[in-house]
Antibody, heavy 120, light 113 residues
Framework: QVQLQESGPGLVKPSETLSLTCTVS????????WSWIRQPPGKGLEWIGY???????YYNPSLKSRVTISVDTSKNHFSLKLSSVTAADTAVYYC??????????????WGQGTLVTVSS | DIVMTQSPDSLAVSLGERATINCKSS????????????LSWYQQKSGQPPKLLIY???TRESGVPDRFSGSGSGTDFTLTISSLQAEDVAVYYC?????????FGQGTRLEIK
């Protein structure tokens, strides 16, 4: 059973960089796309971006200038960096796996999510 | 962007009754070359991550009870719960993966009447 677990600071100061890691267990990262999705408190879901195990990335254009997603398959994890954060970036951040061998598929495994609050 | 609009925003249904949630996309998510609708449904219970229920608009994910079904094509889709159980209280989201820019509906909150 594939499991995903997000980790990282729960509090980030405005203008700084949010950094999170998703550790994948119970399965290989190979031949899958991996994604970050966020959910502001009490609101809906916003897709942030994908990464393939090769390192190819696709980002939401609304966040593209501030987002970097990277992968380290040797450590079975992938990471999110979001720069110049503001209070609007306060959200629960989820990592998730894409169901099939290309990104035109739904998300079948999700982490439990981690709340990141942007505040001074 | 493909905008996904769900209706209603909230819904209260009696136990054992049918619940129906609608999702409309701003453009078709039907890929003509394979006749697949790139549309999925998720269930999110309080304090939990979303759970995949339905994909390709009507394919039930493994382990999902058969009271959950999806239908529709093109731009109009429906999630139906045939006989509501107490454990089905949740927020339900539709999602399109037709476009590289993934988008979700705003969510429909389902409660017991």
């Amino acid at each position: 059973q594939v499991q995903l677990q997000e980790s990282g600071p729960g509090l980030v100061k405005p203008s700084e960089t949010l950094s999170l890691t998703c550790t994948v267990s119970g399965g290989s990262m190979s031949n899958y796309y991996w994604s970050w999705i966020r959910q502001p408190p009490g609101k809906g879901l916003e897709w942030i971006g994908y990464i393939y195990n090769s390192g190819s990335t696709y980002y939401n254009p609304s966040l593209k200038s501030r987002v970097t997603i990277s992968v380290d398959t040797s450590k079975n994890h992938f990471s999110l960096k979001l720069s110049s954060v503001t209070a609007a970036d306060t959200a629960v951040y989820y990592c998730a796996r894409v169901h099939g061998s290309d990104y035109y598929n739904p998300f079948d495994y999700w982490g439990q999510g981690t709340l990141v609050t942007v505040s001074s | 962007d493909i905008v996904m609009t769900q209706s209603p925003d909230s819904l209260a249904v009696s136990l054992g009754e049918r619940a129906t949630i609608n999702c409309k996309s701003s453009q078709s998510v039907l890929f003509s070359s394979n006749s697949k609708n790139y549309l999925s449904w998720y269930q999110q219970k309080s304090g939990q991550p979303p759970k995949l229920l339905i994909y390709w608009a009507s394919t039930r994910e493994s382990g999902v009870p058969d009271r959950f079904s999806g239908s529709g094509s093109g731009t109009d889709f429906t999630l139906t719960i045939s006989s509501l159980q107490a454990e089905d209280v949740a927020v339900y989201y539709c999602q399109q993966y037709y476009n590289t820019l993934i988008t979700f509906g705003q969510g429909t909150r389902l409660e017991i009447k």
